[in-house]
């Protein structure tokens, strides 16, 4: 039974076969490794309203509820994406709910979803004129060189945290009238909605479990990060690509990278065959992660290194990666993810 509730979740965070490539991926930056944050355009109708006397401030637009949530925290390869979803108050559960059946990401099929982040992205559409989406793409070099610091360590948590608020600091700058936010939560829900309440004091704010399964615009952010993860897999995958005839078709020299996630057998079977014996792999990959940890020592697969000090015993790769000793000795013990021998 176990088996098989894994072996459907791993099929629900795969991208589905076509996943639509929407606005928010970039090529250039996707493949360099960089994090980067994409905006949409906010819909007139939510813009502020110049008044006729130009010395007045202007009319704020229709007050608006926000939702954020994240997609990717656990996987070792690909991007964590934060999502947002912002909308007239009065149209969150008709239009989200009602209208185009939004839910928990996790829920819906990848081609559902998908498909709801086309109809987003498409002009004349209600959810085109009448809602604003943002995602901040956390890129895993990125993610991987702030947890291994060696002064105090910038862990997940904290890197998710500046990366809800400076998006929603995004959205107030364009001129959007946020008067509800919506969370879900980051650790315990009162302090993380504590400190949001003071730094977003014109607004209220809700921090909750589960809020992408109680809150539509919530629902909608976790679609937008969820989308864009999976096309930014995708993306990431082209360079494992190469010509295969003179007409320049492209064919998979390896196979398919699965949802990138340490418990799908397709994932650690590709970092397996991909990994090089000094650099690892890309900068898709999250070196941070017990996952890489483990694959990097077992067997003596990865190179042995000379360090420019006295001793002629060379050191593991493993040993430029994190600082001290962990628990028990485990000079990586602090290391986060599925460890390898859980998974087989």
Request: proline share 8%.
């Amino acid at each position: 039974m176990a088996d098989s509730q894994m072996e459907e979740d791993i099929v629900l965070e795969a991208p589905a076969p076509d996943v639509f490539i929407a606005p928010s991926i970039k090529h250039e930056l996707l493949h360099s490794g960089a994090s980067y944050t994409y905006y949409s355009d906010v819909p007139p109708s939510l813009l502020p309203k110049p008044n006729q006397d130009p010395n007045d401030e202007p009319e704020l637009g229709p007050p608006c509820a926000l939702g954020v949530d994240e997609a990717g925290r656990g996987p070792v390869l690909g991007p964590m994406v934060y999502g947002l979803f912002y909308l007239p108050l009065p149209l969150s559960d008709p239009l989200l709910r009602q209208t185009h059946h939004f839910d928990d990401s996790k829920v819906l099929t990848p081609t559902v979803r998908s498909s709801l982040m086309e109809t987003l992205c498409t002009p004349s559409t209600d959810l085109y004129t009448q809602c604003g989406w943002a995602v901040e793409v956390m890129s895993a070099r990125d993610i991987g060189a702030n947890m291994m610091k060696p002064a105090a360590t910038y862990n997940l948590n904290a890197q998710a945290m500046d990366a809800t608020i400076n998006l929603i600091h995004g959205v107030y700058r364009q001129g959007v009238n946020v008067k509800e936010i919506y969370i879900d939560t980051i650790g315990n829900p009162a302090t993380y909605q504590r400190k949001l309440e003071k730094i977003f004091p014109t607004a209220l704010v809700t921090v909750a479990k589960k809020a992408d399964s109680l809150y539509p615009c919530v629902s909608a952010a976790s679609v937008c990060a969820k989308v864009t993860r999976d096309a930014a897999l995708e993306v990431l995958y082209e360079s494992y690509l190469e010509p295969k005839d003179e007409e320049d078709e492209m064919e998979v020299v390896e196979p398919t990278w699965g949802s990138g996630y340490p418990s799908d057998a397709k994932c650690t079977t590709w970092l397996k065959r991909n990994m090089d014996p000094v650099f690892g792999w890309g900068s898709e990959c999250r070196f941070s992660w017990g996952t890489v940890k483990d694959m990097l020592d077992a067997k003596n697969v990865a190179a042995k290194v000379e360090w420019p000090i006295d001793g002629d015993e060379g050191q593991r790769l493993t040993s430029y990666f994190g600082e001290g000793k962990g628990r028990d000795g485990d000079e990586l013990g602090g290391w986060f993810g599925q460890s390898v021998e859980e998974v087989f």
